[in-house]
């Protein structure tokens, strides 16, 4: 099930793709109740080092990833989910 949204192809909602254009290093076609957003999230120039525990620590407790309600619609969400 190929979505067209924008002139961008998704798989399907809420699966996170690299972005080809527009600076960001990832882009997502999120859905939630109801609402259709794209958001592009990430910085393209910049490796994240996920692999290290203290920059993953220290990244999830600046960005507040572990805080209740955050919102699909949000790049905040998609940068939490991605580390």
Do not use: Q
């Amino acid at each position: 099930m190929a979505i067209t949204y924008r002139g961008e192809r998704f798989s399907g909602y809420n699966k996170p793709k690299r972005s080809k254009k527009g600076g960001k290093k990832s882009v997502v076609l999120a859905r939630e109740k109801g609402k259709v957003k794209m958001i592009r999230f990430g910085d393209a120039n910049m490796k994240i080092k996920k692999n290290i525990p203290s920059r993953r620590k220290s990244f999830r407790a600046r960005h507040g990833c572990d805080k209740e309600g955050l919102s699909k619609l949000s790049a905040r969400y998609w940068s939490c989910k991605a580390w």
